[in-house]
């Protein structure tokens, strides 16, 4: 399949109700693809102010994969075609994030449903605006729009990524920055239990994107301890 772009996109903020935890500095982008990472802290009004422990991460007993970090978009002429069903490529993006997890000794995340849903919902938004954000079209944040569940979410994360139609190149892209980047850092946490992935493509889109992931983490609240 010929390629006509190269060019990708990674966008993170941490998005909790309550979150304690340093804020990484910036990376500077390099090489062909384009990296954007934001980190944002934001309370839930109302919530209560838990003082969380510090983002532990496991030392690494394996090297995390080292591919390229630049993104194919499909061709215009693929129209509104699906490169593969979203389930399965969703379900290949948790399987890789749980390789590594499990290399760097870690256990690994259980897919949740609910998070998946909310993940696909957010790329599909992404895609239907051509656009690269935490924040949706109607102004929510990831906490809120997780808001309502029973037991709670807990310190709710998101990873989302652009231009990019192989979830394993994804996930390389994301752990491809400093041990304090939240990309990393999402997917080596040791408090987050939990993971949704989803995965929307658009063949009319200005930007040149196509393919839009998100990847959301969580845990569930006292409730379900």
């Not at 609910?114 to 102004?139: F, P, V």
């Not at 752990?175 to 999402?186: I, K, L």
């Not at 946490?189 to 949704?196: L, M, N, V, Y």
Request: proline fraction near 12%.
């Amino acid at each position: 399949m010929q390629r006509t772009r190269q060019v990708g996109v990674i966008v993170l903020a941490l998005i909790c109700a309550a979150c304690g935890r340093p804020s990484p500095a910036e990376p500077t982008p390099s090489g062909p693809a384009t990296a954007v990472i934001a980190g944002l802290a934001a309370r839930t009004p109302g919530a209560p102010v838990p003082a969380p422990a510090p983002l532990r991460l496991a030392a690494p007993t394996a090297a995390p994969p080292t591919h390229a970090a630049t993104a194919s978009a499909l061709p215009a002429e693929r129209g509104g075609v699906l490169p593969a069903d979203p389930d399965a490529l969703e379900a290949q993006l948790i399987a890789e994030v749980n390789r590594v997890r499990v290399g760097a000794g870690l256990p690994p995340y259980l897919a949740n449903a609910e998070l998946g849903a909310a993940a696909r919902a957010h790329s599909c938004d992404l895609a239907a605006h051509h656009t690269i954000a935490h924040i949706s079209s109607d102004g929510r944040t990831l906490a809120e729009r997780l808001a309502g569940s029973t037991p709670p979410w807990e310190w709710p994360s998101e990873s989302i990524a652009a231009g990019f139609d192989d979830p394993i190149q994804v996930v390389a892209v994301w752990m491809d920055e400093p041990p304090e980047g939240w990309h990393r850092r999402n997917i080596l946490d040791t408090e987050q239990r939990e993971i949704g992935a989803g995965y929307c493509y658009t063949s009319d889109d200005p930007s040149g994107n196509y393919h839009y992931w998100t990847a959301d983490f969580s845990r569930r609240g006292p409730q379900n301890q």
